[in-house]
């Protein structure tokens, strides 16, 4: 079945093309088959007119933590009234999660996960992270695998309690039975290296481990304040180093000098900067710079961070919003790192684009630019949500009556 988006007012591509006036889409199953002038358009089995709207990729989110019980809003008004972030609330949640059914936790994630979609999220990475024992972290990934291919284990974490003065046993416990458990339902593995969680060579040996199971490699790195973790990822080609709140001018040369050639753009680092604003939002946090990241050379990333205790939100459009506000980002650049991004951190080139060939993940919007989206902070612009060439939200406009939803 095909379908043809016409009278789109802006066409975003994150292409070659970046049309303005009177484009045109048409999606054939699961793909892009064309993409061009709305006058040029081919014939199609099914049409959308988008009424001079704007019209994105997909949101690519590729950093959320979704596998988890409970919820931490006591901390974060602790945090609102004062009290610092440290990252040890993590342990709460890792209580509940131990605690919750598999149902529990399938619901919890279906429910964050349809949350995302109404909010133009057609690609999301889920990571474990909650559970820390053999069984917990191989159960979140293989429930998260119902969710997503995008599948992350981050065993590595923090150390749990009943490993408290035994980190080095812990990492041994993750590089053996954790990895094997869980390793069939991840795609990639992940460290929050930090202090107060794992060291540059407790991270480097549980990389490894995972590197030598298949899976791919990010890292948590560079947020509470200085470390090994941006340098780390450079030196192990992981495709993704998250937060980057607190870095040197190393650090930012480290990333720039990965830089490799790309056809539709400039360039781009095969260790992508993936910043997340909601955490800094939620724990009132300084805020990474990108502007410095982006005039360096820097392919960047922006995500949710959608979790209980630092950042509960699943709205890429408000980490836009922030993005531009406090990250010195033009919202080109912002909407780009959500889209394109994105799926450069998830070493995709079939999603963040609209052109042929590509996923079919679009949305149109409710305005006519993708400018809006930072110029209207808060407010519901997403008209429609196409995921994979059909239809998978249609705007909440045309399904109110006098406020109520029908």
Same mark, same amino acid.
């Given at each position: 079945?095909?379908?043809?988006?016409?009278?789109?007012?802006?066409?975003?591509?994150?292409?070659?093309?970046?049309?303005?006036?009177?484009?045109?889409?048409?999606?054939?199953?699961?793909?892009?088959?064309?993409?061009?002038?709305?006058?040029? @358009?081919?014939?199609?089995?099914?049409?959308?007119?988008?009424?001079?709207?704007?019209?994105? /990729? #997909?949101? !690519?989110?590729? &950093? +959320?933590? %979704?596998?988890?019980?409970?919820?931490?809003?006591?901390?974060? $008004?602790?945090?609102? *009234?004062?009290?610092?972030?440290?990252?040890? #609330?993590?342990?709460?949640?890792?209580? $509940?999660?131990?605690? *919750?059914?598999?149902?529990?936790?399938?619901?919890? *994630?279906?429910?964050?996960?349809?949350?995302?979609?109404?909010?133009?999220?057609?690609?999301?990475?889920?990571?474990?992270?909650?559970?820390?024992?053999?069984?917990?972290?191989?159960?979140?990934?293989?429930?998260?695998?119902?969710?997503?291919?995008?599948?992350?284990?981050?065993?590595?974490?923090?150390?749990?309690?009943?490993?408290?003065?035994?980190?080095?046993?812990?990492?041994?416990?993750?590089? #053996?039975?954790?990895? @094997?458990?869980? @390793?069939?339902?991840?795609?990639?593995?992940?460290?929050?290296?930090?202090?107060?969680?794992?060291?540059?060579?407790?991270?480097?040996?549980?990389?490894?481990?995972?590197?030598?199971?298949? %899976?791919?490699?990010?890292?948590?790195?560079?947020?509470?304040?200085?470390?090994?973790?941006?340098?780390?990822?450079?030196?192990?080609?992981?495709?993704?180093?998250?937060?980057?709140? &607190?870095?040197?001018?190393?650090?930012?040369?480290?990333?720039?000098?990965?830089?490799?050639?790309?056809?539709?753009?400039?360039?781009?680092?095969?260790?992508?900067?993936?910043?997340?604003?909601?955490?800094?939002?939620?724990?009132?946090?300084?805020?990474?710079?990108?502007?410095?990241?982006?005039?360096? #050379?820097?392919? !960047?990333?922006?995500?949710?961070?959608?979790?209980?205790?630092?950042?509960?939100?699943?709205?890429?459009?408000?980490?836009? @919003?922030?993005?531009?506000?406090?990250?010195?980002?033009?919202?080109?650049? +912002?909407?780009?790192?959500?889209?394109?991004?994105?799926?450069?951190?998830?070493?995709?080139?079939?999603?963040? !684009?609209?052109?042929?060939?590509?996923? +079919?993940?679009?949305?149109?919007?409710? +305005?006519?630019?993708? %400018?809006?989206?930072?110029?209207?902070?808060? !407010?519901?612009?997403?008209?429609?949500?196409?995921?994979?060439?059909?239809?998978?939200?249609?705007?909440?406009?045309?399904?109110?009556?006098?406020?109520? /939803?029908?």
């Amino acid at each position: 079945m095909s379908l043809l988006i016409t009278n789109i007012g802006e066409l975003f591509t994150n292409g070659a093309r970046h049309l303005t006036r009177d484009a045109a889409v048409v999606l054939d199953g699961e793909r892009i088959a064309w993409v061009g002038a709305a006058t040029e @358009a081919p014939d199609a089995d099914e049409r959308i007119d988008a009424g001079g709207a704007a019209v994105l /990729p #997909g949101f !690519v989110d590729s &950093h +959320a933590h %979704l596998m988890f019980a409970g919820d931490r809003a006591p901390e974060f $008004a602790a945090r609102m *009234a004062g009290e610092p972030y440290t990252g040890g #609330g993590i342990r709460t949640t890792v209580g $509940a999660t131990r605690s *919750a059914s598999d149902q529990e936790l399938r619901d919890n *994630a279906s429910r964050l996960v349809r949350e995302a979609l109404r909010q133009g999220t057609t690609t999301i990475e889920i990571k474990s992270g909650y559970g820390l024992n053999v069984t917990d972290e191989a159960r979140s990934l293989r429930i998260a695998s119902e969710f997503t291919s995008e599948t992350t284990f981050l065993g590595a974490h923090v150390v749990p309690a009943e490993y408290q003065g035994r980190a080095d046993e812990y990492v041994g416990l993750i590089c #053996g039975p954790m990895l @094997a458990a869980a @390793a069939p339902y991840a795609k990639w593995v992940d460290v929050f290296v930090e202090r107060g969680a794992f060291d540059e060579d407790q991270a480097r040996n549980i990389l490894e481990c995972g590197k030598a199971m298949g %899976l791919g490699l990010r890292l948590h790195g560079n947020q509470l304040g200085p470390g090994p973790g941006v340098q780390l990822a450079v030196e192990m080609d992981a495709a993704s180093v998250d937060h980057c709140t &607190h870095l040197s001018d190393a650090d930012v040369d480290a990333l720039a000098s990965v830089t490799v050639a790309c056809m539709c753009h400039e360039g781009w680092s095969r260790t992508v900067a993936t910043l997340l604003p909601g955490a800094e939002f939620s724990t009132r946090s300084p805020y990474p710079d990108a502007r410095r990241l982006l005039d360096a #050379g820097v392919s !960047v990333a922006l995500a949710t961070d959608c979790n209980p205790g630092s950042s509960y939100t699943s709205s890429m459009a408000f980490c836009i @919003a922030l993005a531009v506000r406090e990250m010195r980002m033009t919202p080109a650049e +912002a909407v780009r790192a959500a889209t394109a991004g994105g799926a450069q951190s998830l070493r995709r080139d079939d999603i963040g !684009v609209i052109q042929v060939g590509a996923r +079919a993940d679009l949305l149109i919007l409710d +305005a006519p630019s993708h %400018l809006h989206l930072a110029y209207r902070p808060g !407010v519901p612009l997403i008209r429609t949500v196409i995921s994979g060439g059909r239809v998978a939200f249609p705007t909440a406009i045309n399904r109110m009556h006098d406020g109520v /939803p029908l």
